[in-house]
């Protein structure tokens, strides 16, 4: 056997050329300072929408846990499952290998026999909101209920709380799911109030919003369950990774965790056997008694799992995301100051009870409710009176490397998948209103970035690449008038 003193002196070695060998190849996707000078040439340099920021720190943990060696889920994972449920302040938070599968596994979770009356099943009604990202509607399908989309507010791009009584059936609607969009937190007030009183579950995609706050306290928080994504463009990141957070029910963990791991009602973790002290002392089901606990399951589950090296990656993004979240909101402002210039042909999203925007701050409506988004992306939406349109600006950030996107899918009921459905009559959903702030949504905005990697002359590119396409459109009207 190799000598343990040797082999933690070669360890040390490696890891120690591996951060020399990251701090010389990855320098440039540190977080920047405002005003660092990074050797950005506008026009030249590719300006995207998000990104990774991470130094030699992430680049090491990884490099460690391959060293140990242990590929599935372990040790990483679940010290950064503790850590990012105490960094939110939730009861626990189960990793899983994507913020999409999150979605699923939470809301999937709710449709245990162990709920007993009060789990979703087959035909139930699910409140949601029409433009968005898909897969915050797509497990409420997938589980077989049905979606009832309530419209969005183009200003802070959220479900309308207005809405949500019409959208209440009473002995149908039996949960509601939205997400916290561009990292905007929706009228947490008001959902969590109308769920209460109607005895509904709760689920926030939280997947772009980690850090954004409701009354001063981490959305997330506030529902049965709620999710993350840690795909490379969100808050934090570990390459493909999210999590389903339990917020205070502890019954929950364990069917969270059954549908993540093939839907086994085992709870040990991997690598472990006999946490219960009676493995061979069940009998469930048609099984006889005495079978192995490990293998019994009572779910159709999935196998949704990240890896430890992923998850150490991650426990050293974590221990960046509140200088992530300063820099989020730092640069959201920075542009909207730039942008103020051309506020008479262009508007923005303002946080949940925002009423207005000032060099000097927000103003706020007399609910006493604020909002603090850690933002996803800065969101210009063209007015109709604009000298260019959406679609100008869109190809005109394109042609100066600018990063930009439109609201993920828009008004998702006019989506293929949904349209053809609806058509044929084969996918049951109920739409309330005629949902034209989805629409305004879909045809007149898209958003540029926020992300921790943008610099102060980045953001000024951004707003001047705007401006040139919206006065080159009022010179074009000039010369087709004259």
């Known amino acids: 056997m190799p000598d343990n003193t040797d082999l933690q002196k070669l360890r040390a070695d490696i890891l ?247 839907g086994r009602d085992c709870w040990c973790p991997s690598g472990t056997d006999n946490t219960c002290n009676k493995r061979f002392g069940w009998q469930l089901g048609e099984l006889p008694e005495g079978y192995d606990h490990k293998y019994i399951y009572t779910h159709l589950g999935y196998n949704l799992k990240p890896t430890d090296p992923q998850a150490a990656i991650g426990r050293q993004q974590l221990r960046k995301f509140p200088a992530f979240v300063e820099a989020r909101r730092r640069n959201w402002t920075m542009l909207r100051t730039l942008f103020e210039p051309y506020a008479e042909w262009l508007d923005f999203q303002l946080p949940t009870h925002a009423t207005a925007w000032s060099p000097a701050g927000f103003s706020w409506d007399t609910s006493g409710h604020t909002s603090n988004p850690s933002w996803f992306g800065f969101m210009i939406r063209v007015k109709p009176s604009a000298p260019a349109t959406r679609k100008e600006i869109a190809v005109a950030l394109d042609e100066a490397k600018i990063g930009n996107r439109m609201l993920f899918g828009g008004n998702l009921v006019r989506q293929p998948v949904f349209a053809q459905a609806r058509a044929k009559g084969t996918m049951a959903m109920r739409i309330v209103s005629d949902l034209a702030g989805a629409d305004a949504i879909m045809n007149e905005t898209l958003f540029v970035g926020v992300y921790p990697g943008l610099t102060e002359p980045m953001c000024r590119h951004i707003a001047d690449t705007v401006g040139g396409a919206l006065e080159a459109g009022r010179r074009s009207l000039r010369t087709a008038a004259s």
């Open 16 to 262: 120690s050329l591996v951060r020399e060998y990251a701090s010389r190849r990855h320098d440039s996707f540190a977080l920047p300072t405002a005003n660092a000078d990074t050797g950005f040439v506008a026009g030249q340099t590719t300006v995207p929408y998000a990104g990774r920021v991470f130094d030699a720190a992430e680049v090491e943990a990884g490099v460690a846990a391959l060293l140990d060696f242990w590929l599935t889920l372990g040790p990483e994972g679940e010290a950064f499952e503790r850590e990012l449920a105490t960094a939110i302040g939730v009861r626990n938070s189960i990793l899983v290998n994507s913020g999409s599968s999150a979605n699923l596994v939470a809301f999937s979770a709710l449709t245990s026999p162990k709920l007993g009356e009060r789990r979703l099943k087959p035909g139930d009604e699910v409140i949601t909101v029409a433009a968005g990202f898909p897969t915050t509607v797509a497990p409420i399908i997938q589980n077989g209920c049905v979606p009832v989309f309530i419209d969005n507010d183009p200003v802070t791009l959220n479900g309308r709380i207005d809405q949500l009584d019409e959208a209440l059936s009473p002995g149908k609607t039996r949960a509601v799911m939205m997400a916290h969009t561009l990292g905007n937190p929706f009228n947490l007030a008001a959902v969590t109030d109308f769920c209460r009183r109607h005895d509904l579950w709760l689920i926030e995609d939280n997947c772009d919003a980690l850090g954004s706050t409701y009354d001063g306290r981490f959305t997330g928080t506030f529902g049965d369950l709620s999710t993350q994504s840690f795909y490379p463009p969100h808050h934090i990141t570990m390459g493909e990774g999210g999590a389903v957070n339990i917020v205070s029910n502890a019954g929950l963990k364990l069917l969270v965790e059954s549908f993540r791991d093939w």
